[in-house]
């Protein structure tokens, strides 16, 4: 391609954009609202998935045991249980420690407890940790068949219920963005078409003269482009902006709290944003240009 017919593209681009300034900023403004609000349910899923597999990390299995178990029972218990090849710990919680951690949960509430007297109504138990999240469910059925063991419990729910939740995010999510991609296209292919709908007598010479479908195409392909580059960029600025106030607001009451760094994520989701605001600029291009290039 000809020096000269770069050139006369973007000399094109540019004049049409200058042309056409408020439907020209109507586009720029829905492709960027449009994908800022992408990004922030990216954002919010990324995060969620992220905390649930914090929290699936973190699970351990509550093993309470008989009362009346012999000492030697307890022991057959641990011994079974740490040689399951999916445990990779176990710790013994006698009833008096666990009466005692429960106090120190219940801070100035602890006082509720005075009603037992001297009764302690907690068991012995252990906490068994295993290697990953899937090994937790199978673990658990196989140490509950175990002699002497009266109950087994884990928080895998609290887990679960959050991945369900990021499910259901992610599923609304993408509704709301496939009306708002339509939109978007919608709004940049009538841009595209009044800048073609104004030009039409001269793509109407240009093409008896002899100039290609694709010659005359290139310049509205490009400005969709631009368009779609620019709603891009700025929607990856306000997130960025967004993204670190969250950040920063969350971390300052909540310093352990699990979040998905901001690099190289932000990055990612930057070159993600503008591909995707090149993707909706060529579809718009196309769709108002298909019926106009038969003249």
Do not use: C
Not at 139 to 146: M, N, R, S, V, Y
Not at 189 to 206: C, D, G, H, P
Request: glycine letters at 6%; zero cysteines.
């Amino acid at each position: 391609m000809k020096i000269q017919t770069i050139e006369y593209y973007f000399r094109e681009v540019l004049l049409s954009m200058i042309r056409n300034r408020w439907m020209t900023f109507a586009s720029i403004g829905t492709v960027a609202v449009s994908l800022f609000v992408l990004g922030v349910f990216l954002i919010l899923v990324m995060n969620m998935n992220k905390m649930a597999s914090s929290l699936e990390s973190q699970v351990q299995i509550s093993v309470y045991i008989n009362d009346n178990l012999p000492e030697d029972g307890r022991k057959e218990i641990e011994r079974m249980t740490r040689d399951m090849k999916s445990v990779t710990g176990i710790e013994y919680v006698p009833r008096e420690e666990a009466l005692k951690k429960l106090q120190e949960r219940l801070g100035e509430n602890k006082k509720i407890l005075d009603a037992l007297g001297e009764s302690n109504p907690l068991p012995n138990s252990f906490l068994v940790t295993v290697k990953s999240a899937d090994d937790v469910k199978k673990t658990a059925t196989h140490i509950a068949d175990l002699y002497g063991v009266d109950e087994v419990k884990y928080g895998q729910d609290v887990a679960a219920n959050l991945f369900e939740l990021t499910h259901l995010i992610r599923f609304f999510g993408l509704i709301l963005m496939a009306l708002l991609l339509f939109a978007t296209v919608f709004i940049i292919s009538n841009t595209i078409r009044l800048t073609v709908f104004a030009r039409r007598k001269e793509i109407a010479i240009m093409k008896y003269v002899g100039a290609t479908d694709w010659f005359i195409r290139w310049p509205f392909i490009l400005e969709g482009v631009g368009l779609g580059i620019i709603g891009g960029g700025v929607s990856a600025m306000a997130l960025r902006s967004f993204y670190s106030a969250m950040v920063t607001k969350i971390y300052e009451s909540l310093a352990f709290f699990p979040m998905v760094e901001q690099y190289p994520f932000m990055n990612y989701l930057t070159i993600a944003l503008i591909a995707a605001g090149i993707f909706i600029g060529i579809l718009g291009s196309t769709v108002s240009l298909k019926r106009f290039m038969e003249v």
